[in-house]
């Protein structure tokens, strides 16, 4: 009995734990089959089908005039399946070596991936070398590339792509969607080699990205950039920023800073400096604006009727003291006029007179005229400024704001108040974008000057510009270096001190300015310069009135302004415009011959070192091409090349048949009316 007893419970033991085994691998088989069945068919799919993608070319960025700006070109991008290397394996050496690539960096990941690039936007020439070698499993397909044909010129406001031709800032980020088009998206199978091949043909074609024109001109925009950077320069500046506007419009001709970059070149984005030079300081830096600030006083005081440009202010020799602050002067004034405060750029009859508009008012008018909130043009990354709400003024605040300090603004907020005065008195906003068109000519944004609001009427603007005329053509006036010889200026200089970042407090460091409009009678541009931390003098009558100048200068002869005051004899120092006499009229002198602008660089793609002279064929001929045409043909060859001027090509060097030696390097000279010869 008792042995019976025993087997029987060892049946049931056994029995039991049968069933433990039956139900766990029953729970295993429904966790794989139904809860996570579908997960694991997922992950099956994506080992054996992937959708792939065609990229269109990103669509072209001109400037008003239709000139080039920005354009794709497809070059080659090599890569490898090393699965399929078999014996070529230990060749992959000659590869790296041929594409100038370490191939010690990239030996990891050809150890575990199906497949790896190489070398993306490869040279024509590298691709050559490669398929020379030989070598199983390595293989190429084009790409578009992004090309800035003028190398660095309007970069921050252009932007730049990465490399899969995604836009990273600037106008290529904030229209990334229409300007990279519409993909193609088709599906591949793979074996069990991982070998892709296509389900079946596919019949379109990607959609290439829309076309956008600008309101920059690349002539005003070359000038600009040329003046400011040579004026950082003579004042030894850390940096500086310059935007001309169209009064009428709100039009953006030009924006520039100072440092700049180039975003043909990608070798740079690992420089640590990289980060500050492609940042638009124009746009995103609020800067406390000194002393332009009093023609917003100025327009706000005539405009509520609380001071005459006739009325006289004790400016207290130097030093008005307020409760525990003390206001000072850069040169003591006793009585001023108001038209003098503004003239001499006083701060203490500036402060008397945001007195007599008190807190409310005075706020009131800064948000009419655009301050604390963003101007709305088209870019990313635009700051609003700093503008306290004005109840927590106190009237040490009121005092200051009146001369530009405690307030901080940005350049392009700037230069459109003042467009609002040139105007005649309404808010214009500012845009960049005239049109954007789809590939099928199908026109998707459309831009039209908008008026913001009038923010003062007609009189107040003319009696305004009047104090403004008077700063730089009157003896005395602060902005007496902005004045040309064939038009009337009206403007303001600024000389701020800088807060400090670390204590927020102000710092020895200082930023000049001078804001400004001409023709002053019949305004056709508004012109902001500001420089950063100037090493010599820190006034902007001094280190940013001349930059103004000569921006004004070259802004009107290439908008073919005629002269509105006949030339005087020039004093020293002073760049006088070439003029020419015409039917008892002064108008600008068309120079036959001028100087060439300096080259804007284009780097395609490194050259690489050729070790030894080694005899070319002869330099092809370009001539007569469009930019477009040199571009995609001198990449194909593998030249690194210099653009100077816009339209077709006129001029090469070297000249077509030149025998070549060593690296190549071309410069081209376009100009606008297409020849008749093409090669």
């Known amino acids: 009995m008792r042995l019976q007893r025993g087997r029987r419970a060892r049946v049931v033991v056994i029995a039991a734990l049968l069933t433990v085994c039956f139900l766990l691998l029953l729970g295993r088989a429904i966790d794989l089959a139904v809860l996570r069945g579908p997960e694991f068919a997922r992950q099956a799919a994506r080992q054996h089908h992937e959708e792939l993608a065609l990229v269109p070319h990103r669509g072209e960025i001109v400037d008003r005039n239709g000139d080039l700006l920005a354009l794709s070109l497809d070059v080659p991008s090599i890569y490898v399946r090393p699965k399929e290397l078999g014996d070529d394996r230990s060749r992959l050496a000659d590869v790296g070596r041929a594409l100038h690539v370490p191939m010690a960096r990239l030996q990891p990941r050809i150890a575990r991936e199906p497949f790896v690039w190489l070398k993306r936007q490869a040279l024509p020439r590298e691709l050559s070398s490669v398929i020379d070698l030989r070598v199983s499993g390595v293989g190429h397909l084009d790409e578009p590339r992004r090309v800035y044909p003028h190398g660095d010129l309007a970069a921050h406001v252009l932007g730049f792509v990465g490399m899969d031709a995604q836009g990273l800032s600037g106008l290529e980020r904030r229209f990334d969607h229409e300007i990279r088009g519409e993909p193609v998206r088709f599906a591949v199978d793979r074996d069990a080699r991982g070998r892709e091949f296509m389900r079946g043909a596919f019949a379109d074609q990607p959609t290439q990205g829309s076309r956008v024109e600008l309101t920059l001109d690349e002539k005003i925009q070359a000038a600009t950039e040329r003046e400011l950077a040579a004026g950082v320069a003579n004042a030894k500046a850390v940096g500086g920023a310059a935007v001309v506007l169209d009064p009428t419009t709100g039009e953006v001709l030009a924006l520039a800073n100072v440092p700049t970059f180039n975003p043909n070149d990608r070798g740079d984005w690992g420089n640590p400096r990289h980060k500050d030079r492609i940042r638009n300081h124009a746009i995103s830096d609020p800067y406390e604006p000194g002393s332009t600030f009093k023609a917003i006083l100025a327009a706000s005081a005539l405009e509520d009727h609380v001071v005459t440009p006739t009325e006289r202010f004790f400016c207290e020799n130097g030093a008005y003291h307020v409760g525990k602050w003390t206001i000072h002067d850069s040169h003591p004034h006793g009585w001023l006029s108001f038209a003098e405060v503004v003239q001499f750029s006083s701060n203490i009859g500036a402060s008397k007179v945001g007195d007599r508009l008190g807190r409310e008012r005075y706020y009131a008018w800064l948000r009419r005229f655009g301050f604390g909130q963003r101007s709305g043009v088209e870019l990313p990354d635009e700051s609003p400024g700093i503008l306290r709400d004005g109840k927590t003024w106190a009237r040490i605040d009121v005092l200051t704001h009146s001369f530009g300090q405690g307030v901080s603004v940005t350049p392009v907020q700037m230069v459109a108040a003042y467009a609002a005065i040139a105007n005649g008195g309404t808010l214009m906003r500012p845009y960049l974008v005239r049109r954007i068109t789809a590939a099928n000519g199908e026109v998707s944004l459309e831009r039209e000057p908008e008026a913001v609001r009038r923010v003062i009427s007609q009189h107040t603007a003319e009696v305004t510009t009047e104090l403004l005329r008077r700063v730089v053509e009157e003896k005395g006036g602060t902005g007496s270096q902005a004045r040309l010889d064939d038009f009337m200026v009206a403007g303001k200089t600024g000389t701020a001190q800088k807060v400090d970042a670390r204590t927020h407090g102000y710092s020895a460091k200082r930023i000049g300015s001078f804001v400004g409009f001409v023709p002053a009678d019949h305004p056709r541009a508004v012109i902001l310069v500001l420089i950063d931390e100037p090493g010599t003098s820190s006034y902007g009558g001094v280190v940013a009135a001349p930059v103004f100048r000569n921006i004004a200068a070259a802004t009107m002869a290439l908008m073919h302004v005629q002269p509105t005051v006949r030339p005087a004899t020039t004093p020293v120092g002073r760049r006088k415009l070439p003029v020419q006499a015409g039917r008892g009229k002064v108008v600008p002198a068309v120079d036959k011959n001028p100087p060439p602008a300096p080259a804007p660089h284009v780097e395609l793609a490194a050259v690489p070192p ?60 376009l100009r606008p009316d297409q020849p008749t010869a093409r090669p």
């Not at 030249?639 to 690296?663: I, N, Y």
């Open 610 to 669: 050729v070790e030894g002279p080694v005899l070319e064929p002869g330099t092809p001929s370009f001539l007569g091409l469009s930019l477009r045409e040199a571009l995609t043909r001198a990449h194909a060859d593998g030249w690194t090349v210099d653009v100077r001027g816009t339209g077709w090509v006129a001029e090469q060097s070297p000249p077509p048949g030149t025998p070549l030696v060593g690296d190549r390097r071309l410069a081209l000279e």
